[in-house]
C-alpha cells in the first residue's frame, strides 16, 4: 500500500512506481470512490451501472465490496490469471454441455 499526501494546492501524486507498474499516461482517468473506511481509485474510471450498483449498496455491503477488491489487489498477476482462466474453462464446458446436433438437409 503507498501512502499518498495532498499538498496545499489539494493536488495528490502517484508515486513514479506506481505509474510504471500500471502504465498510467498523462490524461488517463482514475476514479475516486468514497467509502465507508476511505476512498477507492479505480483505474480507468467507472462506467455508469457500476457507479449505479455502487450507490445502491449498504455500508455493510459497501465494506464487503472493498475487503475483495483489496484482497483481489494483493494477488499476484499469476493468481489472478488463474482465477479468469478458471472461470472461462467452466463456461467453456458450460457452453460445450448446451451443444447439440442440428439435423442436415
Known amino acids: 500500500m503507498e501512502k499518498l499526501t495532498v499538498d496545499p494546492n489539494g493536488t495528490i501524486t502517484i508515486p513514479p512506481e506506481i505509474i510504471e507498474k500500471r502504465g498510467l499516461r498523462p490524461g488517463d482517468e482514475l476514479a475516486l470512490v468514497e467509502s465507508a473506511e476511505g476512498f477507492l481509485?479505480?483505474?480507468?474510471g467507472l462506467d455508469d451501472s457500476t457507479l449505479e450498483w455502487w450507490s445502491r449498496l449498504g455500508d455493510k455491503e459497501r465494506q464487503l465490496a472493498t475487503?475483495?477488491?483489496r484482497r483481489y489487489e494483493s494477488l499476484t498477476e499469476k493468481e489472478r490469471d488463474a482465477i479468469w482462466n478458471e472461470r472461462?474453462?467452466?463456461?467453456?464446458?458450460?457452453a460445450e454441455s448446451d451443444e447439440i446436433e442440428l439435423p442436415t438437409k
Not at 472461462?88 to 458450460?94: F, K, L, N, Q, R
Open 41 to 44: 481509485v479505480y483505474q480507468g
Open 67 to 69: 475487503t475483495e477488491a
Open 88 to 94: 472461462a474453462d467452466s463456461i467453456e464446458g458450460e
